[in-house]
C-alpha cells in the first residue's frame, strides 16, 4: 500500500465532506505508522466531524500524550469532550490550548463557552 498516496486520498475524502470515508482510509494508515501526528491527527479530525466521538477521544488522548505542546489537539480534545457532555474534563484542555496559542479567537470562544456552562452548573 503506497501510504502516502492513501493518505491524500483521505484528505480529499475529508475536505469533500466526508468524514467516514476518510476515516476509513486512515485507520490502516495509523496502524502502519503509529507515531504519524499528521495521520492521527487528520483521522481524530474525521472521527470529531463524523460524531464518533469516542475514537476520536482517544485518538486525540494520543497525541496530546506524545505531544504534550501540541496546542491543536488539545482544543480538538476540549471540543469532543464538550460534545461528549464532560465540560470539567473539556475545559483543562481548552485552557491550555488557548494559553498556548492565545491569538485563535476559535480557542477563546471554545474557553469561554465551556466556562461559563461550568460555571452555571455549580
Request: cysteine-free; charged content about 30%; glycine content about 6%.
Amino acid at each position: 500500500m503506497d501510504l502516502l498516496a492513501e493518505y491524500r486520498r483521505a484528505n480529499l475524502f475529508f475536505e469533500a465532506g466526508d468524514p467516514t470515508g476518510a476515516a476509513r482510509l486512515l485507520e490502516p494508515i495509523v496502524e502502519a505508522e503509529p507515531g504519524n501526528a499528521a495521520v492521527r491527527q487528520l483521522l481524530a479530525r474525521a472521527y470529531f466531524q463524523s460524531a464518533q466521538l469516542n475514537r476520536a477521544e482517544e485518538q486525540l488522548r494520543e497525541l496530546v500524550d506524545r505531544d504534550p505542546s501540541d496546542h491543536y489537539a488539545h482544543h480538538v480534545l476540549g471540543r469532543t469532550l464538550e460534545r461528549l457532555n464532560r465540560p470539567a474534563d473539556a475545559l483543562r484542555h481548552l485552557r491550555i490550548a488557548a494559553a498556548m496559542h492565545s491569538g485563535n479567537d476559535d480557542y477563546r470562544t471554545a474557553l469561554r463557552r465551556v466556562e461559563t456552562r461550568v460555571a452555571g452548573g455549580r
